[in-house]
């Protein structure tokens, strides 16, 4: 059953209440992302007492008296010292528009897979650029990977406009030629240039008065206005299970839903329907499921229909993207983690070979042909990669010949499975069109890939 137009405009409004943005900043090293956010969360009063205070000591003031922000996420003492961004931070902080959650990724060519990290998320990516040295390579590295990601919304922020006089000329040279660079990646449709100075705080949270030929909203304002309900996908039903809950634990036991509550072993359900029937817990990762919809159960192919949908303040009619549920069926079928409940005319391949651009982030090189663990959504299976077509170079986005992947590079793959996978090409669907690789001599992350297509000979 597909959700008409109506009833897709009817589930946004609902879920109106519950609007979250994550962004993630990215920009070369000393390009200010630490101070942007850290002014950011302080003008919208993100910081608690405690934490302003342990920033205004003597030893974090700069010379000017002002507060040094960057410290806010800054927090190892490696980052404190170098005065760059290592790790990503995440912060959380809303207004009364918005929830927002950041990922401060680090800037340096060495912490690109932590970029990677940080941005395979989001929603929208500010990027920053020193409006005193123009676009880099690693603005244009950044502005890469964020289309890789498939990263709906960009924001091009010109940072430290005061250190050029407020220069317009220099904002729209900076705009025009990064403007032309993302031209090149087909899925970057909205692209917003904002002149700021993250130090002065000029046009973050309100315009300033020292950039009067700037007609545009603030960064605060455009991040509380961005339109992003339509990202997600409502067409196509995707339910990973997670967790089989049988009658014993039924009452028990219900998935936790993305705003509401928190879970305690004394909690009861309010309404549910306590009968013999097995629950098939998950998330909705796209798409929408109502109560006695016919589904596919994949990769077996058996056939259903919904019974009820349970969360913890009882049954709903329908369920849709991010909300965690609890799914039973009108027959007892034999499902497992890992499998995936669909809808019978809309099904995503089930394949056993893929490819995939595949961002490397382990020391040891990629090894062709030898035996890694896949994870897409909940399914875990092992697989090699059997061949690597060409490696990016995310500089001139030219492709090279390549007989490995080192750290931080991208390549696209060949991967065959030794069992197989549930699927939609990446630009469709994020969750389902997404891996990570696992190296199963130490069980350390070693790879995230995006997939295209199946494989040629899959």
Not at 276 to 293: E, K, L, M, N, W
Request: with cysteine.
């Amino acid at each position: 059953m597909i959700e008409t137009s109506t009833d897709t405009d009817e589930l946004l409004r609902r879920n109106r209440d519950s609007d979250l943005l994550r962004f993630t900043t990215a920009g070369s090293v000393d390009d200010g992302k630490s101070t942007l956010i850290g002014r950011l969360l302080h003008e919208a009063k993100g910081i608690y007492e405690d934490q302003l205070a342990a920033i205004r000591t003597p030893s974090h003031v700069l010379e000017d008296r002002q507060i040094n922000y960057a410290f806010v996420t800054d927090g190892l003492k490696a980052e404190r010292e170098q005065g760059i961004t290592i790790d990503v931070a995440y912060r959380y902080f809303s207004t009364p528009k918005r929830r927002f959650i950041i990922a401060a990724t680090p800037g340096h060519e060495q912490y690109t897979r932590n970029m990677a990290t940080g941005a395979s998320t989001a929603d929208l990516a500010v990027i920053l650029i020193d409006a005193s040295k123009g676009v880099v390579t690693q603005s244009k590295r950044h502005g890469f990977i964020a289309s890789l990601l498939g990263i709906p919304h960009i924001v091009l922020a010109v940072n430290k406009m005061d250190l050029v006089g407020y220069s317009q000329d220099v904002f729209e040279r900076i705009s025009d030629e990064y403007s032309a660079f993302c031209s090149r990646f087909s899925n970057v449709h909205d692209l917003m240039c904002i002149p700021i100075s993250a130090l002065k705080g000029d046009n973050l949270t309100r315009r300033s008065r020292n950039t009067p030929w700037y007609k545009g909203l603030p960064l605060l304002s455009h991040l509380e206005t961005v339109y992003i309900a339509s990202d997600r996908n409502l067409i196509d039903f995707r339910f990973p299970v997670q967790y089989v809950s049988h009658p014993d634990g039924q009452a028990r036991w219900a998935a936790r839903s993305s705003t509401a509550w928190t879970w305690s072993k004394h909690a009861q359900p309010k309404t549910v329907d306590r009968g013999p029937r097995r629950g098939y817990a998950g998330q909705v990762v796209s798409g929408v499921v109502r109560a006695g919809d016919d589904v596919l159960v994949l990769p077996s192919g058996k056939a259903s229909r919904v019974k009820s949908i349970i969360t913890f303040d009882g049954e709903l009619e329908y369920a849709f993207p991010p909300q965690s549920v609890t799914i039973r069926l009108e027959d007892d079928i034999d499902i497992a983690r890992g499998d995936m409940l669909v809808h019978p005319g809309n099904m995503p391949p089930v394949e056993f070979g893929v490819e995939a651009m595949l961002v490397w982030m382990a020391e040891k090189p990629l090894r062709l042909d030898h035996q890694y663990q896949i994870k897409s959504t909940t399914r875990v299976v092992r697989g090699r990669v059997t061949g690597l077509k060409y490696r990016i170079n995310p500089d001139e986005l030219h492709r090279e010949a390549a007989s490995e992947l080192k750290l931080n590079e991208i390549g696209r793959v060949e991967l065959q499975l030794f069992r197989p996978i549930m699927v939609d090409e990446y630009e469709r669907n994020r969750p389902t069109g997404s891996f990570i690789m696992v190296d199963l001599a130490d069980n350390n992350t070693v790879g995230a890939g995006m997939i295209i297509e199946r494989a040629k000979d899959g």
